[in-house]
């Protein structure tokens, strides 16, 4: 199993501002997940983060928007970029081991 | 881009019912995973079947996988006003893991 920190919980951010999102795993991973979660919908995968390399974004998200670090094995950033209001969502970070996923507390970010 | 179809998208039911979920996915797959997740919180993963099995059950759970029909189903029994939420698939093509759009379940009194 593997604990996850996620933070912040939640935020109300201003059009055109970014906001990072942190990630920690009380564990060494090899991959970490990125997904986004809009009001009502399922979750939908922004990208896969390899540490040591570029992450590897799904269709429909680009690096610019949503940049990703992975500095370590342990721990990971999301950066939502030049917000907008159809930025509003949870966004969550996800680890799994070959048979679950687990996911942190995810971050509720409203943008007005 | 989304994996798993779930059907129904809502269903309702009563207290005592059986509740059955089905989705369909895509591609191949090692494993197919069933989540919950309850109004404004994380998602709880129920179970998991792997490619080579074709039914499992834990408490009030029933899974079957088809993989030539590339479909499963999750079968809810004696539904309980506790089992209201929303429940995933989820796959594993490549080194990820895609949810589908999910099924709402209400469960009257």
């Known amino acids: 199993s593997a604990v996850i920190s996620q933070k912040p919980s939640r935020d109300i951010c201003q059009r055109g501002t970014s906001l990072t999102i942190q990630c920690q795993v009380d564990?060494?991973?090899?991959?970490m997940f990125w997904y986004r979660q809009q009001p009502g919908q399922s979750l939908t995968l922004i990208a896969t983060a390899n540490q040591g390399s570029e992450a590897t974004y799904e269709s429909g998200f680009v690096i610019d928007k949503f940049p990703i670090s992975r500095p370590n094995l342990t721990f990971s950033t999301l950066t939502v970029s030049n917000m907008s209001p159809e930025d509003s969502s949870i966004y969550l970070c996800?680890?799994?081991?070959?048979?679950?996923?687990?996911f942190g507390q995810g971050t509720r970010l409203t943008v007005v | 881009s989304q994996q798993g179809e779930e059907d129904p998208q809502a269903l309702s039911i009563q207290e005592g019912e059986n509740a059955t979920m089905n989705c369909s996915y895509k591609t191949s797959i090692n494993n197919l995973q069933w989540y919950r997740q309850n109004s404004g919180r994380g998602l709880v993963h129920l179970i998991l079947i792997r490619s080579n099995e074709r039914e499992k059950h834990s408490g009030r759970l029933r899974v079957t996988l088809d993989t030539s029909k590339k479909s499963s189903s999750l079968l809810i029994t004696a539904s309980r006003a506790a089992d209201t939420a929303s429940y995933f698939c989820a796959t594993d093509p490549g080194d990820k893991i895609i949810f589908g759009k999910g099924t709402r379940l209400h469960i009257l009194p």
């Open positions: 564990s060494q991973v090899t991959m």
């Open positions: 996800s680890v799994d081991d070959n048979t679950e996923a687990f």
